[in-house]
Each structure stands twice: as structure tokens, then as C-alpha cells.
């Protein structure tokens, strides 16, 4: 489930309720901004209060739209997965009495395995983003009371978190620039993506980690743990305050 109307807090409430739901306001939240529409659109555009989920099966995404969206790579399992989907989905409105108007206000909500969709208030978003930081200022005043962290040291975990951060994404876009040269045929491909995405990024993924592995281990000489912590947590805490005003609904990330 990737997207919802607008004031979407008792539908949610009524979707958790759904067996093996799977569903999050991330996505929701990033759709807002995507200049593409859905068989959803015209709904959600609509002068009357109506409220909507949107679903949809995202696996094979380079054939989507493309000659080789077609019955032959149609997987029947699909099918049958989003008919128990829209049955159980059904039988949970009618269960709750939903009726069919929007709620004044939006869900932050997410799907955790073996708990299923745990949900709150987007109002909530920026309260818990502050707590968060109110937690993370006396943490490192006392650390650097106490010794365990210095300027010096959280200077370093700064620098290190920078090169974290930026020496992977350089690399990759820079190989990525190569692999194209060595494919041209990639560029042919509408989507963009080639249909062996998954192993590019697994080699991404572990060359970010290797990366990060590196730098923590040559820092783990220069400073202390709390030195590498704080910076961290600092940058982190502040994502979460700016995403909690610009993206409540991506706000349960951080």
C-alpha cells in the first residue's frame, strides 16, 4: 500500500487491522512530490470527500510500462496475493463500520514484522523528533564533562562521518558513469534501471560498508567512542527535526 488520501488517520486505523499489512508513510509522503499519477489520481483530485488506499506490486520495475510488461511475465501468484489483499481489506472497513469521508488529519505509520502497522498522529512527528534531541544535548555535555569525549576527538568523528558519507557516494557515481560507458545498452532500457539492479547494489552497499568499516577503525586510534558517537547522533536528530517539518510522514525513519 504506497499511498492514501489525504486525512487518512481513521482509514489507517482501520487498515492496521488487516492481516500481514504492509504498508508505509514514506512512500505516501515521496509520492506527494512525484510529477506521475495513478488510476488513484483522479480521486484524490475529486471535489467529493472520498477516502482511498492505493496499492500496487512493485517487483520487476524495469519491465514496468515497457513492451515486456505483458501476460507472459505476469507471475499469477501476484493476482492472487492482491485479491486476499483486497478481500481482507474490504472485510476490515466493513468490520469497523467505516464510513466513507476523510479524517482531519494524517498518520505517520509503518508495518514491523510479527507486530504488524504500528501508527500515530503526523501531529506527534515533531514533539518526538525534539524529544530526541533534548535527549542528545545532555548526553554530550556530560560526556565532555567527563572526559570521554573532547573537541578534538568529536572533531575527528566529524571528519570521519563527512568522508563516510561523501567518499561512497563519489565512488558511486563515478563507477556508475564507467558501467554505463561499458554498457551503452543500459541507457536503451526506459526505466533507467537494468534488469541486474540488485547486484550493483549489493556491491554499493558493501563497498559503502567496507568504507565506513575503514574509517571507523582507523578513528578508533584518535578518539573515543562518544567522539565518533556524538557527531552522529547530532547530524541524525537534526534530519529528524527538518524531515518532522518538511516530511512527517518519512519522520519514523529517524
Do not use: C
Request: net charge positive.
Amino acid at each position: 500500500t504506497f499511498q492514501t488520501s489525504p486525512g487518512n488517520s481513521r482509514l489507517i486505523d482501520v487498515f492496521a487491522a488487516v492481516p500481514h499489512a504492509k504498508a508505509n508513510s514514506l512512500i505516501g509522503e515521496a509520492y506527494r512530490y512525484l510529477p506521475s499519477d495513478t488510476v488513484l489520481s483522479i480521486w484524490l483530485a475529486a471535489r467529493r470527500d472520498v477516502a482511498a488506499l492505493n496499492f500496487a506490486h512493485i517487483g520487476g520495475y524495469p519491465r514496468y510500462h515497457t513492451p515486456l510488461d505483458n501476460l507472459a511475465s505476469f507471475d499469477p501468484r501476484v493476482l492472487q496475493h492482491l485479491g486476499e489483499y483486497a478481500l481482507a481489506t474490504t472485510r476490515s472497513l466493513d468490520a469497523h463500520g467505516f464510513a466513507a469521508g476523510r479524517s482531519p488529519h494524517d498518520d505517520v505509520y509503518f508495518a514491523v514484522p510479527l507486530v504488524g502497522v504500528i501508527h500515530y498522529p503526523a501531529a506527534w512527528a515533531l514533539p518526538l523528533a525534539v524529544m530526541l534531541a533534548a535527549a542528545m544535548l545532555p548526553l554530550a555535555f556530560v560526556a565532555h564533562r567527563a572526559g570521554t569525549a573532547s573537541l578534538w576527538g568529536t572533531g575527528r568523528g566529524t571528519l570521519a562521518l563527512a568522508l563516510a558519507i561523501a567518499v561512497p557516494v563519489l565512488v558511486t557515481l563515478g563507477a556508475w558513469r564507467l558501467i554505463v560507458l561499458l554498457h551503452p545498452d543500459y541507457r536503451e532500457i526506459l526505466q533507467g534501471e537494468p534488469y541486474n539492479a540488485g547486484w550493483y547494489l549489493l556491491a554499493f552497499g558493501a563497498m559503502t560498508a567496507v568504507v565506513a568499516g575503514g574509517l571507523q577503525r582507523w578513528l578508533a586510534r584518535r578518539a573515543t567512542p562518544l567522539d565518533t558517537a556524538i557527531p552522529s547522533l547530532a547530524l541524525w536528530v537534526a534530519l529528524g527535526i527538518v524531515v518532522a517539518i518538511r516530511l512527517p510522514g518519512a519522520s519514523y525513519l529517524l
